[in-house]
C-alpha cells in the first residue's frame, strides 16, 4: 500500500512510498483511509525537527489528523463496514504513569506514550491502518468528509474543557474570550466560544481573505495589527500561534481572574525583553491563570463531535481550503499563502 512516509530527523526524506498491509497485531478493526489533514506538527516532522519511528524501523509514516472508512470490524465491536470513522492519535504508555491508568493519557507524566504518525508507531497518511475498538471514533453520516476536522477540533475541546475546569475555582461568569491565531486551531476554538455564547474576538496577521470571513460568518468579530490597540479586556484568551510575544502581552490585557490557554508551540533560540515584575504582578493581584494544552484524550474527541455536529456544515466546509489528490501529495505540504486547511485526500 501507499504511505507518506519520512525518516524522522531528516530533512527532504518524506516521499510517498510503499509499506506492508498494517499488522494484525495492531488491531481487528481494517479501514481504508479517505482524507488526512495537514497541520504544521506535519511540516514540523518533514522539516526533520521532530518524530520517532517505530522501534526496529527507518521511516514513519506520518499523518494524525485523519478520517477513514471501516472495511471489516469483528461483532460486538461497535463499528460496521462502510462507518466513517476518526483514529484517535495518542496511545497510554505501558507503565502506565497514573494519569494513563485512568484513561486520561493526553495528561501521561512519564512521556512514554505513543503517538500515531508522529511518535513510535505509523499514521494515517496510508491507504489501510488497523486499530482496537477503544481508539477509533464513529463520526455521523451528516458530517461525511468534514470528519477530517474531528481531530484539530479535540485539540480546543480540550482547551475549553480545562478553561471551564479552572473557571470553577470561583463564581466566575465569563463574557469576552479572545483567540490569537485565525488558522484552523482558532477558528475552531472561536467556534466552540461562539456555541457557549460568548463575545469572541480573534486576531490574526491578515486583512483580508479567507480567515476574516470565517470570523464574521461565525458572528465574532475579527481584529489584525497590535494586540493592545484592540481595546478588549478578555476573560479567556486561547493562544494559537505560539508567538512569544502574543502569549505575553495577552498576559497583560487579561481581564480579573482571567484564564489563558496556550496551544501554539513556540520556536526555540528567540529572547524577549519583558517586564517580568510587572507581569508577575499583574497575575498575582488578579489571581490570573496561564496554563498549557495539547493533544486529547476520548471525551474531548466526543465533545468535539458534537461541536462539530451543531456547526453550520457550509462553514466547516469553508474551513477546507484545499483537497488535493493522492497522486499530487507533494504539493498538499507546501503552504500558500490562502490556506486555512489542508486535506489530502485519500479515496472518495
Known sequence: MRAVTVVPLQAGSVD?????????????V???TRAVGICGTDIEIISGGYGWAPEGEQRLAIGHESLGEVLEAPAGSGFAA???VVGIVRRPDPVPCPNCAVLQWDMCSNGQYTEWGIKSHHGYAREHYRITPDFLVKVGPALGDLGVLLEPTTVVAKAWDQVERIARRALWEPRQVLVTGAGPIGQLAALLGVQRGLDVHVLDQVTSGAKP???AALGATYHHGDLAATGLQPDVVLECTGVGQLVFDAMDMMAP????????????????????GEINRHMVLENNVVFGSVNANRSHYEAGAQALAKADPAWLA????????LDDWRS?????????????QFAD
Open 30 to 32: 481494517l479501514v481504508r
Open 318 to 325: 469553508r474551513l477546507v481550503s484545499r483537497r488535493v489528490p
Open 332 to 344: 498538499a505540504y507546501e503552504r500558500q499563502p490562502d490556506d486555512v486547511k489542508v486535506v489530502l
Open 257 to 276: 481572574n482571567g484564564i489563558l490557554c496556550l496551544t501554539g508551540v513556540s520556536s526555540k533560540g528567540r529572547s524577549l525583553g519583558v517586564d517580568a
Open 213 to 215: 470571513d470565517l470570523v
Open 16 to 28: 510517498l512510498t510503499e509499506m506492508a498491509e498494517p499488522p494484525v497485531e495492531d488491531g481487528p
Open 82 to 84: 462502510g462507518d466513517l
